[in-house]
Every structure is written in C-alpha cells, then in structure tokens.
C-alpha cells in the first residue's frame, strides 16, 4: 500500500460529501472513517494509520469547532472583507433589495433542485379571460387596420380608442372593485401577444397603462381617496395616463433626473395650500401627448423646512391633471413609424398640492423604491409577451410564405439557406413564449421577478428583433415594401423600441442581469452583506461565520460538482424529465454548478471591480438568462404533457441555450484578467474541452418543417395570435391557405411534368391548365385546385405600389389611395 491511500481515501469521501452538499461535521465524520478504514483494509500499521490520522485532526477538527474558527478564522476575514467591499449607493441597495426570488436562485444555487420547478402550479386562463380573448380582443383585431394606423392616421382611429376604452383594455390590472378587469398576468400577457401579433402600435397603446404608470404606483401605494378617484376612472378610460421619468440629462441612469420640486404654499382650487413648486423637461414619454393625467417623478427640496428637518427628500412621484396651469402637454415624438402616442412634458415652476404627490407626502422621497419595485411586475409582462406575439406570428408568417412563395420551381422553405434561417425562427420563438410564459406565471404566483423579468426583457426583446430579421430575409422585396400588404415592416421597425425602453438592453445585459442575480439569487452573497451591516459585532462575527463557512462549502461543491459533470460529459445525475429531456437537466445540472463556481471566483479575485468589468459580466449573466430560459422550456414542455411532436423545438432551442452558456463562460475564461485563475476554471470547468455543439442541421430541418405545414406543434407556437383569416389580416388569410397549398404541390409536379413535354404550347397559366386538363395529365379536380391556389397566393406575393403624389399626400394630409399589383 501506498502511503498516501488513506489520505486519498478521505479526500474522495469528502469530496462525495461535497458533491451532496452534507454539513461540514458529517464530511469530517465520514473522512475519518474512510481514512481509518482503508488503512485498516490495506493492511497499514496502527501507527501508520495514528500519524495520518493526527495530520487529518489538526486540518479538520478546528474548522469544526465554532468559536475557535470565528475568532482565528473569520474574525480576520470579516476584517478584510469591511475594507474591501464596496459600499452600495441607496439607489443600488434599493434596486438589490426590490423584488423576490423565485427558481432562478435555484439556478444561481448550483445544485438546481428541479422539482421545485415542475411543482409549479401549470398557468392556465380562467373562462372569463379565455372568453375575453375569443371576444372584445378577436374583435379588437378585426377592426385594427395596421396601415391606416401607421400611415395614414399616425394614431389609432377614435372607434379603436373607444373600443378599448369600453372593453377596459387600459385597466387589465385594475381589480374588479375599481371597475377593472383584474386579470391574471396570463392573461395579460395573452392579450398583449394577440393584439401585438397584427400592430405594434395597438399593442404598445394597451400595454404602457398596464404596465408601471399611474395605476400600477396607485394600486400600491396611493392614499385612499387617490385610489378612489383615480382608478375607476383609469379603468374605464375615463383617465388616460402616463409616466414621466426620462428626460434629456436622465436615460439609463434614470436616478440622476435634474427635475426638480420645492415644498413651498401657493394656490390650488382658489385656496392657499402647502404644495410643490414643479420644474421638469422630460422626453418619450408614452401617451403623454393624449394623457389625461401624468405620472412624473422628480427630486424633491425642502429649504423652509416645511415638511421636516429634511432639504433634499428624495426622488418622489406626484399625478398631474392635463389642465394643470403651466402643464405643456401635446407634442410628439415619432418613433419609427410605430406611431404610438408618445411625446415630450415639459413645465417651470407648476403649482401642485402635496395630496398630488403619490401616496401623499409620507411617501415624499420613497419614488426610486416605489418605481423599482412596480419595475419588475411590469417589465416581467409588457415587453416580453410583445416579443411573444410578434416572434408566433413571425414564425407562422415565415413557414407558410416560405411554403408557398416557389422559386426556381421549388417552395423556397426547401431550400438550406432559407431552411436555416426558419429554424432558427422556429427555435427562437419557442425559446421566447416559454419565457414569457414563465414570468407571467411568477407575477401569478405573488412574486416580484426582478432578475427574471430583466432576464425576459432582455432575451425577449434580442431573440424577437432576431426573428424580425431572419423574416425580413426570407420574405425578400415583399417584407421591404411598405404599404396595406406588407405584415413585416412595421413590426421590424419596432424591434429597436422594445430593446431600448424599460431599461436598454446593453446595460440590461451588462450591469443588471448579473449584477442582480449574484446578489439577490445568490444563496450566501447577500448574506454576507447584510451581515456586515450588523451594528453588535459578535452578533455580526456570528452572522457572517455562518455565511462566509456556507459559502466556503458552497465553492467546494460546486468546484466538485463541475468537474465531475465536466469529466463525464454530464451523463450522471438523478433528475426528472422523460427519455428525451433527462440528458437536458443533466446538462442544465452542470451548467447551474459551473456558473456558480465561476461568479463566486470572479467576486473573490475581483471583488468590487467586477461591477465595472461589464463584458465579463455579461457573459456570466448569459449563462444565468439561458440557464433560466432552458428551464423555462423545459417546464413548458412538462406543463403541456410531454408533446413529442415539440421535441424538435425543444432540442434545437435547447442545444443553442447550451451553446450559448458554453460560449459565454469560454468568453470570461479567455478574459479573465488573472490569467493563473483562468487556467485553473478552465480545468474545472471544461477538462474534457468545449464539447457543446450548435444545433445540427438536421434538427434545424425538422424545426423547419414543423413551421412549413399545419400540425399540433405549429399551432402550438402560433397560439395567442391573430390568425382569422379575415381581409384585415394577410397571414390568417395566407395561413389558411397552406393545406391547399400543400395538396396541390404533387399536382403541381405532375403540371410541371407536362410542361416539360412540349405538348402545352399556350403562355399564360389558365390556358396551361386547360391544356393540361385536355391532354389527362391533371383532373378536372386537380385544375381546379391548381388555379384556386395560383389566384390566391398571388395576393401573397404582391405587393403595393403608389403613385408618387398620392405618397406625397400621405405625409401632407394624412391620406393616400393605393392600387396593389405584383
Ligand atoms: C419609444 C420610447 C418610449 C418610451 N417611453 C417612456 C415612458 O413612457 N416613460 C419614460 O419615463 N421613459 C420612456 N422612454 C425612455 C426609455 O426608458 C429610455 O430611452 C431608456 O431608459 C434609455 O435612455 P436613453 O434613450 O437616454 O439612452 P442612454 O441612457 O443615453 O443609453 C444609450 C446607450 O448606452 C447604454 N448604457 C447606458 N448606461 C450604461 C451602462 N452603465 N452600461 C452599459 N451600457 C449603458 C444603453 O444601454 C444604451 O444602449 C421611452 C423611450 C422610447 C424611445
């Protein structure tokens, strides 16, 4: 026996134990025995065995006696780490603290627990919402007319305004007591994605009240004559609102707005009052030019001492009516051709009373609290189930044009360029609405999503504006042209105002996604942090003992657990999941463990400078987004009983989510700045090399076919849009006509067979036909068929044309006469 057997022994078991995740007294327990016991069994001396034992004792036996590790050990450490760790801004203590956390601190946890997941209540609508959605929504879209809206109108027409107004399309999530819908967040999201399916414009209309504004701050923390006179109003349109936040000199950084109020008397209603002095220059904002009421968030003073011993109170929200004196309220912005209300609010020195301040003036200087905590309900909904909408009916839109629309005699879908570019659609749109199906299902389940729904925001809005693109090339000069027909255009010109409202998306990705999630999802960061905070020292000693030993074994683990996911290619590992998708919590299994040991190292050696190392940040905030949206799938895929027919979607948006975190954590480890660490993660965490593979092309093929032709799995995907094929909607229209399509591609081939013989001599197609017909190589039935589906999918194929005084006219008076041709 080798001296050294033993001691490998214990090191194996403890190792185990870390795998498992046992206490640290259980791991020693069991070292010692595995220690002691192959001595014994490899015949070692007893005083082979004591020496190795003693040696072991020393290392182990004082990490586990409490008080001796708390003052040799951690007291030191907490020492080191006060200097080092960078103090928060209230603003980032604020932001860290808004919001729960739900699985994704699973995900962050390395050890995922997985049926914490699938234990998760399945959404599903209520009758009423469903009865919502086959009524007043189905009926909203038959009326929405895109183009008159976005060129001819810049606006939704009055019968669209009063319709939503009537139906409470602007008070979803007002409750029924105020006179609003109270709909789910399902729901909400559904409504979003079928309306946004046929006009962004529309859907942006609906969705901003519903989202963070002036309902969502009054429903949390309004007074209660502020809920009672605001609300039902809101609810049934009576009230138009929205929010004031950015301005010129405040984007991203939207805490540093130099709006500003001073508590001082003045008159309101005729009678001298104790009020604010308002002066702000905002811009974008959403609605504003038609807003009846404007939510606006300011800094605000208190020289005179009015309110308190407090001058600056804070950022804090007041509601301003329209009418309110010096309001200047009614321009516009015009955001590419998506013309939704939006526009700039500006005022100097505007008189409010302090009961317009939201929440009355107990909440005066709450505002960056109150906003940040309705941000993550809000932004979990509007933008990712807008994504949704517009990437179903990209990928419904995209499969039937590319079956119908032949070139070079074939269907161009067949073809391996387009076929590329419709799987990637396909993968994407999957990935997407199960995204958007998750947060919409946190928001039902009480949470408050922050990572998540910057996570949906983010991943949403890129994956959409990918899909756009990939539909724009497969559609050729008919996505390009604008006009009646064109169902492409105006939803890619959205796709840069989704990335870039409710937080843009490069510092999304940059500074929140991960910034958050290490923080708030991590299981002992937090802690540490909190503990530090602690005014008793012993008791602060003792809380951050705790967190620092956790944390400690946390690393081990997840050290261990990556290498040996690593070294097996993640094959082992008990987790749920059927035939299929059990290698797929493997992998996610690996991926948790991988992404936890790399945050960890790279807080540890680069401590607070790792929040101005953005790239790096990012990527690991990749490898949580696509941990999360795997995740996400894959409780969809169980929610929806395991449909076989969705697997091709599942495994190809799962294989590029994989590709994604395995490139992303390949980024940090080739920027890592010190380069000894890097070396050292890479050995844990990719021993075996980067073994992960793009999505093949022949899984690529399947999703592509899956969107070419009607089956379960595309109306799937295709669920929630606006598909009726009514003479406002080209895609239901061009949807409805794929099985004929289809049936007639083999009669096709037989025409084209006939052609290829000579003996049809006419030039225009029905004169083909008929000779066709004449000569037996089609069927009476067959020609019929032929020329049904030749007359329609024309209409698919054209596109407008205008006479250039008519598009003249369109700019100047708002009116244009179009006639459409090939
Ligand atoms: C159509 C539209 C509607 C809107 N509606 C409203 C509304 O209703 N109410 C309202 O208050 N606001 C609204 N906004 C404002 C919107 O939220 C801001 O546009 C957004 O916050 C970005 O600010 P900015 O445009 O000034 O860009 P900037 O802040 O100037 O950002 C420019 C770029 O720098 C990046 N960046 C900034 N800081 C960082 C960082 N730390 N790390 C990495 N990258 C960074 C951003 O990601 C972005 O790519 C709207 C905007 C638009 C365009």
Same mark, same amino acid.
């Given at each position: ?19 498992? %995740? /046992? ?20 015949? =070692? ?65 390395? @050890? ?170 905002? %811009? ?91 941000? $993550? ?33 074939? =269907? ?56 756009? @693109? ?19 255009? %105006? ?107 790399? =945050? ?12 101005? @190392? ?10 949580? $987004? ?75 093929? %399947? ?26 909607? /080209? ?72 006479? $250039?005084?008519?598009?003249?006219? =369109?700019? @100047? ?10």
């Amino acid at each position: 026996m080798h001296n050294w057997t033993p001691l490998v022994a214990a090191l194996l078991v403890s190792f185990g134990c870390a795998y498992f %995740r /046992t206490s640290l007294r259980i791991c020693t327990g069991a070292a010692a025995v595995a220690l002691i016991a192959v001595g014994l069994l490899a015949g =070692a001396s007893w005083l082979a065995i004591g020496i190795t034992a003693v040696v072991f004792a020393l290392i182990v036996v004082p990490l586990n006696i409490d008080s001796f590790r708390r003052k040799r050990i951690s007291a030191p450490l907490l020492n080191i780490y006060q200097k080092i760790t960078p103090t928060l801004s209230e603003t980032e203590k604020v932001a860290l603290e808004a919001g729960t956390v739900g699985f994704e601190g699973e995900l962050f946890s390395g @050890k995922p627990d997985w049926n914490q997941l699938l234990r998760q209540p399945v959404p599903t609508l209520s009758v009423e919402e469903k009865a919502f959605l086959d009524g007043p929504v189905e009926e909203l879209c038959h009326m929405i007319n895109d183009w008159q809206i976005t060129h001819e109108l810049a606006d939704l027409p009055p019968e669209l305004w009063d319709f939503l107004k009537k139906h409470k399309f602007l008070g979803m999530i007002i409750p029924k007591e105020y006179g609003g819908l109270q709909f789910s967040a399902l729901a909400h999201s559904a409504v979003l994605q079928k309306i946004n399916s046929l006009s962004a414009t529309v859907a942006v209309t609906v969705a901003v009240p519903n989202s963070l504004g002036p309902a969502e701050l009054l429903l949390h923390y309004g007074t209660k004559e502020q809920k009672d006179h605001y609300l039902p109003r809101l609810a049934d349109g009576r009230e138009i609102p929205c929010f004031a936040l950015t301005g010129p000199y405040a984007g991203s950084d939207a805490t540093s707005i130099p709006d500003y109020g001073i508590v001082c008397k003045g008159e309101w209603n005729g009678a001298s009052v104790l009020g604010v002095k308002l002066t702000f220059d905002k %811009r974008y904002i959403t609605l504003a030019p038609v807003a009846s009421v404007v939510g606006l968030a300011f800094r605000l003073y208190d020289p005179e001492a009015l309110l308190g011993d407090k001058s600056d109170l804070g950022i804090t929200l007041a509601l301003l009516p329209r009418e309110t004196k010096g309001l200047e309220i009614g321009r516009r912005h015009f955001p590419l051709n998506v013309p939704f209300q939006n526009g700039p609010v500006r005022g100097k020195d505007i008189f409010v009373p302090l009961s317009q301040l939201i929440g009355g003036p107990e909440m005066a200087g709450q505002g960056w609290r109150m906003l940040v905590e309705c941000l $993550s309900v809000g932004r979990a909904i509007s933008l990712p189930s807008n994504a949704a909408g517009a990437s179903r009916m990209g990928a419904i839109a995209s499969g039937a044009y590319a079956r119908i629309r032949k070139q070079f005699g074939m =269907a161009i879908g067949r073809f391996e360029g387009v076929e590329e570019a419709l799987a990637r659609i396909g993968g994407y749109a999957y990935a997407i609405t199960a995204l958007s199906r998750a947060t919409a299902a946190a928001v039902d389940r009480g949470e408050k999503p922050a990572v998540p729904s910057a996570i949906a925001k983010y991943h949403a809005t890129e994956l959409a504006r990918e899909i756009g @693109k990939d539909a724009m090339d497969i559609h050729g000069g008919k996505g390009v042209i604008l006009g009646p027909k064109n169902y492409l255009g %105006r939803a890619w010109q959205a796709a840069p105002i989704a990335i870039t409202v409710e937080g843009a998306n490069i510092m999304t990705r940059s500074l929140m996604i991960f910034g958050q999630g290490a923080i708030r999802c991590h299981p002992f960061v937090l802690k540490e942090m909190q503990a530090v905070q602690l005014t008793d020292y012993s008791e602060r000693l003792r809380a951050f003992d705790r967190a620092l030993f956790g944390h400690i074994g946390f690393g081990i683990s997840n050290a261990v657990r990556s290498f040996f996911y690593g070294v097996t290619a993640a094959k082992f590992g008990f987790v749920p999941g059927d035939k299929a998708t059990r290698r797929y919590y493997r992998k996610l299994n690996r991926y948790a463990a991988a992404l936890a040991l790399m =945050a960890d190292t790279a807080m540890l050696v680069l401590g607070g400078k790792l929040k101005f @190392k953005e790239k790096l940040s990012a990527r690991l905030g990749d490898v949580l $987004s696509n941990l999360y949206i795997a995740s996400a799938m894959l409780k969809r895929y169980e929610d929806q009983g395991r449909p076989a027919a969705d697997l091709p979607l599942l495994a190809w948006a799962f294989h590029d989510c994989v590709h994604r975190m395995q490139t992303a954590l390949d980024g940090v480890l080739r920027n890592f700045p010190v380069r000894p660490v890097a070396w050292l993660m890479r050995g844990l965490l990719f021993p075996l090399g980067r073994r992960e593979e793009a999505p093949s092309d022949r899984l690529g093929r %399947r999703v592509a076919a899956i969107l070419c032709s009607p089956n379960e799995s595309r109306d799937r995907l295709g669920e929630w849009t606006y598909l009726t094929p009514a003479p406002n909607n /080209t895609i239901g229209r061009m949807n409805a006509l794929l099985p004929d399509a289809i049936a007639a591609e083999p009669v096709e081939r037989k025409f084209m067979k006939a052609l290829k013989t000579g003996k049809i001599t006419a030039r225009d197609y029905s004169g083909q036909l008929a000779e066709a017909l004449a000569l037996g190589a089609i069927t009476q039935e067959e020609c019929k068929l032929l020329d049904h589906v030749h007359t329609a999918s024309f209409e698919f194929i054209s596109v407008d044309d205008f006479d $250039s005084r008519e598009l003249e006219a =369109a700019v @100047k008076h708002g009116k244009t006469v179009l006639r459409s041709v090939a």
